[in-house]
């Protein structure tokens, strides 16, 4: 708006709406950041849980058993050195995270 001839004032405002699904943490450090596990964690470590004639073992529901690296006495299997009770993978598919943010932001000049 010209107030006079040498004023000036003005203005401007928005609004931004974003939404996300995906983990929070997932910076290349983070156990939910695959590329960062699979970079810290030797390759020997499966994804899923196998039986001593290497068939995938399953749960009650038929599903196949994440390897979360606690160890499966059972099935002769150890416990890994880092990360036990945690899958990268496991809680990629599991995790469900939703994120909306709203941003807005004003402008004035004079």
Known sequence: FDVSDKI???GSANITITEAV???GAGTGSIVNPFGF????????PVFV????G????DV???????NGEGFSEFNI???PISQGR????????????????????????
């Open 22 to 24: 995906a983990p929070t």
């Open 8 to 10: 000036t004032i003005g």
């Open 61 to 67: 529901f038929g599903d196949p058993v994440f390897d």
């Open 87 to 110: 899958h990268a993978v496991q809680e990629l598919l599991l995790n469900d995270e939703r994120d909306r943010d709203n941003t807005y932001g004003f402008r004035f000049f004079t």
């Open 78 to 80: 150890g416990s890994r």
């Open 38 to 45: 699979a970079k810290n964690i030797g390759s020997v470590y």
């Open 50 to 53: 196998n039986d001593q004639q």
């Open 55 to 58: 068939n995938l073992v399953r």
